[in-house]
T-cell receptor, first 112, second 115 residues
């Protein structure tokens, strides 16, 4: 069964304390892996797309990496404004067209 | 602001009723996606339309249907509503380029409460 699992469910960091979020996936026909940020009561905001193992993308304090089985979102020296839920999603092929599977997210709180 | 608009923001209705949720994609985007987000399940992909045609189907119930109109806006119709249909419904859009893998831009969502 295709699925996406994120860990940890919640993470509290002191401002400046770097850490990593994990996204593991088991899908057949992976077309791409996406990271989104979601603030309470709002729609997910696109961060990164990764297509193949070994690929890395960076944006400000965030860096996403991809292996054949998982992806990491590294947060370097986080600030309180980085507090949000981070969602991982994969796009996979299927008999009924491309499918999109989301993890349940990691809720990040950065304490000043 | 992603450029994707959804109406209404909130909707409260009773069991057994039918509602229609509306989505306008970003300017230039041809694909529209619908998702359901409930507290216990996270985001569930329902259906994708591309330039008016159904392109992919996910976990969409038979009581639910969608369509995309010539002006590219989309509507999600939910009928015979049950308490368990209460959720946030998101619409997303994307531009389809030479690659079939593309990021999606999400609207602010419609919160549906079924009483």
């Amino acid at each position: 069964e295709d699925q996406v699992t994120q860990s940890p469910e919640a993470l509290r960091l002191q401002e400046g304390e770097s850490s990593s979020l994990n996204c593991s996936y088991t899908v057949s026909g992976l077309r791409g892996l996406f990271w989104y940020r979601q603030d309470p009561g709002k729609g997910p905001e696109f961060l990164f797309t990764l297509y193949s193992a070994g690929e890395e993308k960076e944006k400000e304090r965030l860096k996403a990496t991809l292996t054949k089985k998982e992806s990491f979102l590294h947060i370097t020296a986080p600030k309180p404004e980085d507090s949000a839920t981070y969602l991982c999603a994969v796009q996979a092929t299927s008999n009924t067209g491309n499918q999109f599977y989301f993890g349940t997210g990691t809720s990040l709180t950065v304490i000043p | 602001d992603s450029g994707v608009t959804q109406t209404p923001k909130h909707l409260i209705t009773a069991t057994g009723q039918r509602v229609t949720l509306r989505c306008s994609p970003r300017s230039g985007d041809l694909s529209v996606y619908w998702y359901q987000q409930s507290l216990d399940q996270g985001l569930q992909f329902l259906i994708q339309y591309y330039n008016g045609e159904e392109r992919a189907k996910g976990n969409i119930l038979e009581r639910f249907s969608a369509q995309q109109f010539p002006d590219l806006h989309s509507e999600l119709n939910l009928s015979s509503l049950e308490l368990g249909d209460s959720a946030l419904y998101f619409c997303a859009s994307s531009v389809v380029g030479t690659s079939e893998t593309y990021e999606q831009y999400f609207g602010p969502g419609t919160r549906l409460t079924v009483t």
